[in-house]
């Protein structure tokens, strides 16, 4: 009786998942089908008459510019959280170690900035980044690291505060200075939030499209910026060349994913208990 | 130590305090100040008092975003959650195969919006063709779509964070409860579920939010149509800064509001379920 049910709930759990694969496997199979054929009949398989081989692949890289726009997809997404983990990590370190009116605002404003719709700050942060000269690659980074902040600060702090001080004392009083017991004794204790924290920022930064596309899309093309492109003035869009492009940018994210599947698990749940 | 720590501060709170106000702290005080004003370009703002308010909360498009947004944030919450915790509940079981189901629910979440968009489109496209019309037709289509795009990202990453809730309910309180006659309906009702309190305050926290906040698969699934009736509440602010000139005030008010709404919903929900969490 028992074996019987379990049975019943492996076929249905094998049923979800395939309705789960099934928009993944249609976008592949229509990548092969001449853009003709794509709208009118996305469901059947490519045939002798409507197999495109490998055409609309060239097509869309030609049109969006695909290979430039994952390298700086790249550049922004490890740069970004390079620079997100390394400087709000000492942040949080600092201001939960120095304890004074100052760090104490510090912290709320970080904490308050996580409930702020981007839409809220949209227009002054662009006109901002275009005063200050950031609106480049680089200042795109600067950007994500104080966009970024608030949830990244907030994680940190939880852990420093679990962290004993005695430790680091210890460090101190052989001699360590706060740059080389930052370095040499907290910075590795943190390396969970660590994880945690490149893991949840590398999946907004990489995914994420108003941002980039508002402050640096007039001469860079992100991934996301890149397909939406492919949608012409008018609603217009070349099914070609979006079937294929669409195939090439989950590429990589599943790429990611089956090689730090454990990482990812565990840090969007450490991420979503203590955010 | 502290005294010595202090003098540290340009090396390790100013890089990201200086970034924190150049792209947070800075614009959104200015941006409150703004959508108290007329402008273009933000030197020639004008006071304008509550001007932008009213025509915020008169204009037709921003009510219809308003109620697309609630309307929708309601069927995506429940049906998310009521289906990953279901999957969670299964998954949770002595069953083969469960890492396998586990990484193939999560996999839609590490998707972008703008790629989930067009990845629907086709195949809602592709189902509506048979009644010779497009997603673009009716907006009951196009809600139904961002319904089932939400449910399709969102169940998997809800699931993983049930399965990790329920994984840590001590089994001796289960069997304690089959020890004095409960069925597995009551075991559900009296003590899975407010075991799992927490959990369920995170996941409702996660989904409001981000259903409210849905901006990358709105622009890409039907870009508001037809004609802005499928716009919810940030696809309409980003319309009126960059669609409409001189209406960038109406727009940073429409924001103004967004944020509030935003904030006491989740508030409210936070407030809500964590009264209702136990102690084991």
């Known amino acids: 009786m028992k074996k019987h049910y379990s049975k019943i709930i492996f076929i249905l759990l094998l049923a979800v998942c395939a309705l789960f694969l099934f928009p993944v496997f249609i976008v592949l199979m229509n990548s092969f089908k001449s853009k003709f054929y794509i709208s009118a009949e996305p469901f059947k398989l490519p045939t002798g008459e409507t197999f495109a081989g490998l055409s609309n692949y060239i097509d869309g890289l030609a049109k969006t510019g695909f290979f430039s726009a994952f390298i700086t997809s790249l550049f922004i997404t490890v740069c970004s959280v390079g620079a997100i983990v390394l400087f709000t990590s000492m942040t949080a370190w600092y201001i939960t170690r120095v304890k004074n009116r100052f760090t104490k605002f510090t912290y709320y404003a970080f904490v308050f900035s996580m409930v702020v719709p981007f839409q809220m700050v949209m227009f002054t942060m662009v006109k901002t980044a275009n005063v200050l000269n950031l609106d480049n690659p680089w200042g795109l980074i600067v950007i994500y690291l104080g966009f970024g902040a608030g949830l990244s600060v907030f994680m940190f702090s939880g852990f420093v505060k679990g962290i004993p001080i005695e430790i680091e004392e210890a460090a101190m009083i052989d001699g360590c200075g706060p740059i080389r017991t930052f370095f040499l004794v907290v910075f590795p204790l943190m390396k969970p939030t660590t994880i945690t924290v490149a893991i949840i920022n590398t999946m907004w930064i990489w995914n994420d499209y108003l941002l980039p596309y508002l402050v640096i899309g007039s001469d860079y093309k992100t991934i996301p910026i890149a397909i939406q492109y492919l949608r012409g003035g008018y609603g217009s869009i070349d099914m070609g060349a979006m079937m294929a492009m669409l195939v090439l940018s989950i590429i990589p994210v599943v790429i990611f994913y089956l090689l730090c599947q454990k990482h990812i698990i565990k840090g969007v749940v450490a991420g979503a208990v203590k955010g | ?280």
């Open chain 2, 1 to 280: 130590m502290r005294n010595n720590l202090k003098k540290y501060y340009p090396i390790f709170a100013l890089p990201t305090t200086a970034a924190f106000t150049v792209a947070f702290l800075f614009p959104f005080v200015m941006g409150l100040y703004l959508s108290f004003t007329r402008f273009t370009t933000i030197s020639d703002a004008e006071f304008t008092g509550l001007s932008n308010y009213i025509e915020a909360l008169t204009s037709k498009d921003f009510l219809n975003a308003l109620w697309f947004t609630l309307k929708f944030t309601f069927v995506s919450v429940i049906s998310v959650n009521l289906i990953a915790f279901s999957l969670a509940m299964l998954l949770t079981r002595k069953i083969k195969g469960r890492n396998f189901f586990r990484t193939v629910f999560f996999m839609p979440n590490l998707i972008g919006g703008i790629v989930l968009g067009y990845i629907w489109q086709l195949i809602i496209n592709g189902v509506l063709e048979r009644m010779g019309v497009t997603i673009t037709f009716d907006p009951k289509y196009g809600f139904w779509g961002l319904v089932v795009l939400m449910n399709w990202q969102m169940i998997g990453y809800m699931m993983i964070i049930y399965i990790a809730g329920i994984g840590n309910i001590p089994s001796d309180l289960i069997d304690a409860a089959k020890v004095d006659g409960a069925n597995s309906f009551e075991i559900l009702r009296h003590v899975i579920i407010p075991m799992v309190m927490p959990s369920i305050t995170i996941c409702l926290f996660l989904t409001i939010t981000n259903s409210f906040k849905l901006f990358d698969a709105n622009l890409a699934l039907t870009d508001g149509a037809p004609s802005r009736q499928t716009a919810m509440l940030a696809l309409d602010i980003y319309k009126t800064f960059y669609g409409t000139v001189g209406s960038q005030g109406i727009g940073q008010a429409k924001a103004v509001i967004f944020f509030l709404l935003l904030a006491a919903v989740s508030l409210i929900q936070l407030k809500f379920t964590r009264e209702r969490e136990v102690e084991a």
